[in-house]
């Protein structure tokens, strides 16, 4: 896992492509990513072409798509809503909690929510306007 507690910049994707590629996992690694300006510049790519590491740009405005987004409502929804937290360390607590519960208290949930399979449309036409 890696967190930060500030702003994600191009500096800190570097960062995580630098931890992907110290795993050596000996497997072809490819990067989901949302689009960001921070993501989709020159240093991260660079970067990840050097450490053979694919980026895989999801299109712009689809959040649908990222799986991501839906897995932070979901801890919105389980540990944020309607919660008070004194301390910056009790929200990133609860957070992280939630996270290291995911495959196990949270799984049933989370399986329907963060499924791959996509709708799609066979023998679909444009109409003309």
Request: aromatic share 10%.
């Amino acid at each position: 896992m890696v967190t930060h507690d500030t702003y994600i910049t191009a500096c800190t994707g570097c960062e995580l492509l630098r931890q992907l590629a110290a795993l050596q996992l000996g497997v072809p690694i490819t990067l989901v990513l949302d689009n960001a300006r921070y993501q989709n510049c020159q240093l991260v790519e660079a970067l990840a072409a050097a450490l053979q590491i694919e980026l895989l740009y999801l299109p712009a405005y689809s959040p649908n798509l990222n799986l991501l987004e839906r897995m932070w409502k979901f801890i919105k929804k389980k540990c944020l809503y309607s919660t008070d937290y004194a301390h910056f360390s009790d929200f990133t607590h609860a957070i992280s909690t939630c996270l290291l519960q995911a495959h196990t208290t949270y799984k049933k949930e989370l399986d329907s929510l963060l499924t791959l399979r996509f709708q799609s449309f066979k023998k679909s036409q444009v109409m003309a306007g």
